[in-house]
């Protein structure tokens, strides 16, 4: 039946949660969730860009003369290799997405 079937799905997320906290929890590195700072950002530069995903029309330009007015979701970044080094060393794992309208 349906909800057997339910059952059977949220517990083979359950799983995977589970065994998805093991390894996180053998990593030595720092995560971290970032949302950028709406404040300081008047305009997407391009060394910002790596570190976003810009949902924006196609026909609003190019990403220079967009402002970001809303983040969709915060970026992770991860501080470190899994052996614990390194501490001082960002990546970013999953880029924040953002809105952003045209400047003109």
Do not use: Y
């Not at 709406?38 to 190019?62: A, N, Q």
């Not at 080094?85 to 309208?101: G, K, W």
Request: glycine share 6%; charged share 30%.
């Amino acid at each position: 039946s349906g909800s057997a079937r339910c059952k059977e799905k949220a517990w083979e997320i359950v799983g995977a949660s589970k065994e998805l906290a093991v390894i996180m929890a053998k990593q030595r590195c720092r995560l971290e969730l970032h949302v950028p700072n709406l404040k300081e950002m008047h305009k997407l530069e391009p060394h910002v860009l790596s570190d976003m995903d810009v949902i924006r029309d196609k026909e609003e330009g190019s990403p220079v003369n967009q402002e970001v007015v809303f983040v969709v979701t915060p970026a992770l970044r991860k501080w470190g290799n899994g052996g614990g080094q390194r501490l001082e060393e960002c990546t970013v794992v999953v880029p924040a997405e953002v809105l952003t309208i045209r400047k003109d």
